[in-house]
């Protein structure tokens, strides 16, 4: 299916994973709609910045506001779903936005896809809601569970979504990305954290070293997106988005020391360790559905994915703040 002709609206589009979106649907010649949180300063967040910013119709509101979510879907052939809350350890503090943002947000948002009869809802998933693993690799039929106010707003989310879809039809898929990095990424996130610290100083602070994820690079993930909202046999169903391959967070550190040929050591901080609870101790996807369904495997490697974001983040330290635990 060609792009040029389609109209489509990212939500989340200032965002990391949302901006990259953006972006590369432009490129394919779609007609880009970008509906980004309403800022009082007028800021498009990393669209601000964009290349593309006069081939984009940006809208600002907000996905906890029936009205202007229903205002920017309406006339829309597809939907990405991406805004959210994200930073686990700020989900400890204050539960309820998460609620009010990743669950009453994303109602919000089907309730408008369903009146504008949109032809695909792309709804963003998290491998967070898994959980530590009871088996790996973690296919889609794994059990849920709920180690952080984040993860449960999210299986929230995610089973709003299955409910519209069994319920009344509407033409869903579900992407779930395991961990994403890559430029734009925020320092909340444990990859630009070490490269953030690593080319900065000689003490890379971090929380437990021990537990494995499955990263990837955002172009991957976006590759992704954009498949599910092709696929022909995919409505209905949940997908990962994963390379299959664990790292943990102690040796990704230690290959970002080599590719930055840092000397830094590495000091845990116990205000960075999750309650003992709520660590997931070990991500790693089966991408045996996105293989079949979409055609899709990472093509950029995670260490030519991480010397890209390293690139990148050499060139903008100035919007980093080195010295401070971001949430």
Excluded at 24 to 40: D, I, N
Aim: charged letters at 20%; proline letters at 4%; a neutral charge.
């Amino acid at each position: 299916m060609s792009w040029v002709g389609k109209s489509v609206l990212v939500t989340g589009a200032g965002g990391f994973i949302g901006s990259h979106l953006v972006e590369r649907l432009v490129s394919l010649g779609a007609t880009t709609k970008a509906f980004v949180h309403y800022r009082s300063d007028g800021s498009w967040g990393w669209l601000d910045r964009s290349r593309y910013k006069e081939d984009i119709e940006v809208l600002a509101g907000d996905v906890r506001d029936f009205g202007s979510v229903s205002s920017a879907i309406a006339n829309t052939d597809v939907v990405f779903h991406l805004a959210a809350l994200i930073a686990i350890p700020y989900s400890y503090r204050s539960p309820m936005s998460f609620v009010e943002t990743n669950v009453n947000g994303t109602l919000n948002v089907l309730q408008a896809c369903r009146l504008a009869n949109v032809q695909r809802l792309v709804h963003t998933s998290t491998s967070e809601v898994y959980g530590t693993a009871q088996q790996v690799p973690i296919s889609e039929s794994h059990p849920l569970q709920a180690q952080s106010p984040y993860a449960a707003s999210k299986i929230a989310a995610d089973k709003l979504v299955e409910s519209f879809h069994l319920s009344f039809g509407l033409p869903v898929v579900t992407v779930r990305p395991f961990n994403t990095f890559g430029p734009r990424q925020s320092s909340r996130a444990v990859t630009p954290t070490i490269i953030m610290q690593a080319l900065t100083g000689d003490t890379v602070r971090l929380g437990n070293l021990h537990p494995t994820r499955d990263l990837n690079y955002v172009e991957n993930i976006i590759d992704g997106f954009v498949r599910a909202a092709l696929c022909k046999d995919g409505i209905g169903w949940t997908v990962n988005l994963g390379s299959g391959v664990e790292v943990s967070v102690g040796d990704l550190a230690k290959l970002i020391f080599t590719l930055v040929d840092a000397k830094a050591v590495i000091q845990v901080e116990g205000h960075r360790v999750r309650p003992q609870g709520s660590e997931v101790d070990r991500l790693i996807a089966d991408n045996a559905s996105a293989k079949e369904r979409l055609d899709w495997e990472p093509a950029v490697s995670l260490e030519e994915g991480l010397r890209l974001t390293v690139k990148w983040m050499r060139e903008h330290l100035h919007k980093y703040r080195p010295d401070e635990y971001v949430l």
